[in-house]
């Protein structure tokens, strides 16, 4: 059941096999949420960006994509009966991606 190695050497400096993507300024509020939630981000580039909202269990309850143009972006998101609770905010686009833990009431 268990497997031995020997005379193994490692040099050098070791990274993960997929770079870090950079992180999207993301502002987003009221936070905690009841009805609206607002969404501002500047972009440096024009793309699409795709916008999540994962609960707590890692069921995603609302996913929307959006292409931006270079500068700043405003969305007001409408949370019709949305469970009272922690969600995660995910965006994902080629620039990079950004999460936001937001509460809803």
């Known amino acids: 059941d268990r497997i031995h190695l020997d005379n193994i050497q490692l040099q ?3 990274t993960s096999v997929e770079p870090e993507l950079p992180s999207i300024p993301l502002t987003v509020w009221p936070n905690p949420a009841s009805e609206t939630l607002n969404i501002q981000l500047r972009s440096t580039q024009a793309e699409r960006l795709q916008f999540s909202l994962t609960d707590m269990m890692g069921k995603q309850v609302w996913q929307q994509d959006f292409v931006v143009l270079v500068g700043e972006h405003n969305w007001e998101i409408q949370l019709p009966e949305m ?23």
């Open 12 to 14: 050098g400096i070791f």
């Open 83 to 105: 469970a009272s609770g922690l969600y995660i905010l995910q965006v994902n686009g080629q620039q990079g991606s950004s999460q936001q833990k937001i509460e809803i009431r």
